[in-house]
């Protein structure tokens, strides 16, 4: 079955950089484009950035674009997500999702998470 | 850019009633494009439904949903313990793509 597993989360100070990573497994990772959605303490969900399956064409929500890069290693299986210039409100949970339908655009699988927080 | 608005923020059930969740779209959008999630207290979201009507793998019948015009409609016939959660609703938008979700609807035990 599909498993995603984030990485990479921990405790950054404002300005700061901290680089994500999400292992694949249980699927072809390279036929699905991929997604990072975050989450604040108590708060809901937000859509962060997607990659392509071919990591051709990669896009960010306005909150993280220039801040953030997504990228991906198909032979690894790894996903990728770059964070610098770090804002304390950028602490959250950050979920890896596999993309569903190419037509239908639904996050149909995600990992556990891994916390972000951004603090001094 | 598509806001989601989900209503109510709060709905109050016993298990065994219906619960009936709404999330209205700020403009015409591709009802295709629309999907359900449910989470848990410290749980990832698990996709319930997509393309609006669809039932993802392994969800039971008991979910359902239905669409009007702006207007989407998650439906649980009846609640099951497991079932007191918090259900977002999602659409992306293909130029640019994004994807936006509702800002949630939580499903508490009367």
């Known amino acids: 079955q599909v498993q995603l597993v984030e990485s990479g989360g921990g405790v950054v100070h404002p300005g700061g950089s901290l680089r994500l990573s999400c292992a694949a497994s249980?699927?072809?990772?390279?036929?699905?484009?991929m997604h990072w959605v975050r989450q604040a303490p108590g708060k809901g969900l937000e859509w962060v950035a997607f990659?392509?399956?071919?990591?051709?064409?990669?896009f960010y929500a306005d909150s993280v674009k220039g801040r953030f890069i997504i990228s991906r290693d198909s032979p690894k299986s790894m996903l990728s997500l770059q964070m610098s210039s770090l804002r304390p409100e950028d602490s959250a949970v950050y979920y890896c999702?596999?993309?569903?339908?190419?037509?239908?655009?639904?996050?149909?699988?995600w990992g556990q998470g891994t916390l972000v927080t951004v603090s001094s | 850019e598509i806001v989601l608005t989900q209503s109510p923020g709060t709905l109050s059930l016993s298990p065994g009633e219906r619960g009936t969740l709404s999330c209205r779209a700020s403009?015409?959008?591709?009802?295709?494009?629309l999907a359900w999630y449910q989470q848990k207290p410290g749980q990832a979201p698990r996709l319930l439904i997509y393309?609006?009507?669809n039932r993802a793998t392994g969800i039971p019948g008991r979910f359902s949903g239905s669409w009007s015009g702006t207007d989407f409609t998650l439906t649980i016939s009846r609640l099951e313990p497991d079932d007191f959660a918090v259900y977002y609703c999602?659409?992306?938008?293909?130029?640019?793509?994004?994807?936006?979700f509702g800002q949630g609807t939580k499903v508490e035990i009367k």
């Open positions: 999702a596999k993309e569903g339908g190419a037509v239908t655009r639904e996050l149909d699988s």
């Open positions: 249980g699927f072809t990772f390279r036929s699905y484009g």
């Open positions: 990659i392509w399956y071919d990591g051709s064409k990669k």
């Open positions: 403009q015409s959008v591709s009802y295709g494009q």
């Open positions: 393309g609006a009507t």
């Open positions: 999602q659409h992306s938008t293909n130029s640019p793509p994004a994807w936006t």
